[in-house]
């Protein structure tokens, strides 16, 4: 029973020990406005513009003419005959080609 009481003592010790630490942010106002930084603007891609390399030979080279023309974040090949997942990311813009390396569509997703 003593053991107990020196338990519960001491957890009430540390959780008003801790009580002490909590601040609200909301209770004062700064001094000055500090400056934040915008958010990273979304890397969207966007297919129409890359349309023009449809037809062209599937190059590291072409593919980073894709990828800006597109806006987007990542590349993501297909090659002939291959499966893709089904995932959609807005940030993706994927490429396929056929089995003479030539580029047949350019999409989203």
Known sequence: MRQT????A???LLASGLSACVVNIGDEAPDRAEAVPPPPVPMVC???PA???VGHDA???TGEAILRA???RTLRWG???G???MDYRQDRVNVRYDERMKIVDITCG
């Open 70 to 72: 597109s806006g987007a």
């Open 83 to 85: 499966a893709w997942t």
């Open 51 to 53: 349309q023009v390399h």
């Open 79 to 81: 090659p002939p005959n």
């Open 46 to 48: 966007n297919a129409a």
């Open 10 to 12: 001491a957890a009430g």
């Open 59 to 61: 190059t590291q080279a």
């Open 5 to 8: 009481a020196t338990r519960i």
